[in-house]
């Protein structure tokens, strides 16, 4: 007697797959916010103070 193929997966390991890699990449999000938040990005370390004044007479 020979057993019959099942091509289609049933919907539950279906849905256990979709939720496996849902619950993967929102790990992978999360994650990567969390390493970028470590990096110290480069500021500003002087404040600028432009001058617009001579430019508001002008007009």
Do not use: C, H, W
Request: hydrophobic share 50%.
């Amino acid at each position: 007697m020979q057993l019959k193929y099942n091509r289609q997966p049933s919907l539950g390991s279906s849905l256990f797959k979709i939720l496996i890699k849902l619950l993967l990449a929102i790990v992978f999000f999360i994650l990567a916010i969390f390493l970028i938040e470590k990096i110290n990005f480069p500021s500003p370390e002087k404040k600028y103070n432009i001058d617009v004044t001579n430019e508001i007479k002008k007009l």
